[in-house]
């Protein structure tokens, strides 16, 4: 049974970072692509980063794009999202989501079968 464990979230202020933590179990961890997704209220969810097998392909959304960086540490079983200047639009729910292939091969939550239960990150302005 695949199980995945966000945590990290929180309240900031504009400006400041969090890093974002995805404890993986219940399959081989390194042979599958990782990703992160976020859910705003009122708002569809959305594809935020996601990275290879290998830890060596790396996606971002565009409004991501420079201020956050994803990571995973294979040895650990557990994927990072490290989030720099964070603005108010980006407060969501945050998930982990578990992918289906080595390579990065979709943007949408359709191609990744596993999901955490998610981590609130709110920004103030």
């Known amino acids: 049974q695949v199980q995945l464990v966000e945590s990290g979230g929180g309240l900031v202020q504009a400006g400041d970072s969090l890093r974002l933590t995805c404890a993986a179990s219940?399959?081989?961890?390194?042979?599958?692509?990782m990703g992160w997704f976020r859910q705003a209220p009122g708002k569809e969810r959305e594809f935020v980063a996601a990275i290879s097998y290998s830890g060596r392909g790396t996606l971002y959304a565009d409004s991501v794009e420079g201020r956050f960086t994803i990571s995973r540490d294979n040895a650990k079983n557990t994927m990072y999202l490290q989030m720099n200047s964070l603005k108010p639009e980006d407060t969501a729910v945050y998930y982990c989501?578990?992918?289906?292939?080595?390579?990065?091969?979709?943007?949408?939550?359709?191609?990744?079968?596993?999901w955490g239960q998610g981590t609130q990150v709110t920004v103030s302005s």
């Open positions: 989501a578990g992918g289906s292939s080595r390579l990065i091969t979709t943007k949408t939550s359709d191609g990744y079968p596993y």
């Open positions: 219940g399959r081989t961890f390194s042979s599958y692509s």
